[in-house]
């Protein structure tokens, strides 16, 4: 179904495929090197149309998607980048109507696809011990439309999450091996866990304790995604990529027969 715009809704603008920028329908003009747009001539527009600034140049107006939101969230810790949290977010199994805890919450980014892919009806606890970062990830979070979805908690869960019966848990923090024996707590029977460490000593002591506290480790990847220029009778991949992030870890709760 194609979206139309109301006052106040996100815009995303396009000039081609690597200038874009994100603003608002309604009041005001939005500005380009080439000429401007009133911003209340969106209003009742449908998403994808293409239309002219004040001198001309073409701009397509489209509904932000979540990616794009999260590229212009404040960034006061390092996110995980799309490859790993669609991955993640995949082998979590993760559907409308999930319960799903994690730590750290960092500046939102996973946070916000998980409350995406657990909507309208799931829930998302996200745990951060620094209050400045959980302030950051509110905000950031509040872009979205999915904010009603997320429980936000300033607590180091490494005595315990305050939920039981969650669908997945999910960790992205320097010492993940203290929050498995929480993790499994608060894990439905079967319940899925995800987890992202950057260097090959967490993810060996990260394994050990997963192994030591009743999980079954499904698997440890990493990710490499390698973009292509797509310019007629120049088709090859970019000369540059981005290496290294993190290895993403995903495990299952077995509950002991007692
Ligand atoms: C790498 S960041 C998470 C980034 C996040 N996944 C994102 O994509 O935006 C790790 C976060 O974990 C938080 N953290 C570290 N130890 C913690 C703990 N014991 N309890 C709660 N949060 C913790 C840090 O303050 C930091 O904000």
């Known amino acids: 179904m194609t979206a139309t ?7 995303l603008l396009y000039q081609d495929s690597r200038r874009h920028w994100i603003t608002r329908a309604g009041e005001g003009r939005f ?31 489209f509904k932000p998607r979540l990616s794009d939101l999260v590229e212009s969230f404040d960034r006061p810790t390092q996110i995980l980048y799309p490859k790993d949290i669609g991955y993640a977010i995949y082998m979590l199994g993760l559907k409308n109507g999930d319960s799903v805890v994690e730590v750290g919450t960092g ?12 909507a309208p009806d799931g829930r998302v606890y ?13 905000k950031n979070v509040r872009k979205g439309s999915i904010s009603r979805l997320v429980t936000f908690r300033n607590i180091d869960p490494a005595e315990g999450f305050l939920e039981r019966n969650a669908d997945a848990a999910v960790i992205d923090l320097g010492d993940p091996w203290r929050l498995v ?20 000593n967490q993810l060996e002591k990260l394994a050990d304790a997963l192994r030591k506290n009743m999980f079954l480790v499904l698997e440890a990847v990493e990710l490499l995604v390698r973009e292509f220029k797509t310019e ?6 970019e000369s540059r990529m981005i290496g290294h992030t993190a290895y993403v870890t995903i495990a299952r709760k077995v509950a002991s027969k007692e």
């Open 232 to 237: 007629a009778g120049k088709v090859r991949p």
């Open 107 to 118: 500046s939102g980014a996973l946070t916000a696809a998980i409350a995406q892919s657990v």
């Open 181 to 200: 024996a929480p993790a499994w707590e608060a894990l439905a029977g079967g319940g899925v866990l995800a987890a992202f460490t950057p260097t090959v």
């Open 31 to 61: 500005h380009t090197h080439r000429g401007y747009l009133d911003l209340k001539d969106i209003v009742g527009m449908e998403s994808g149309v293409s239309v002219k600034t004040s001198l001309g140049q073409s701009l397509a107006v």
């Open 126 to 138: 996200t745990y951060e011990n620094r209050n400045e970062f959980l302030r950051a990830a509110q």
């Open 5 to 11: 715009f109301r006052a106040g809704d996100l815009v």
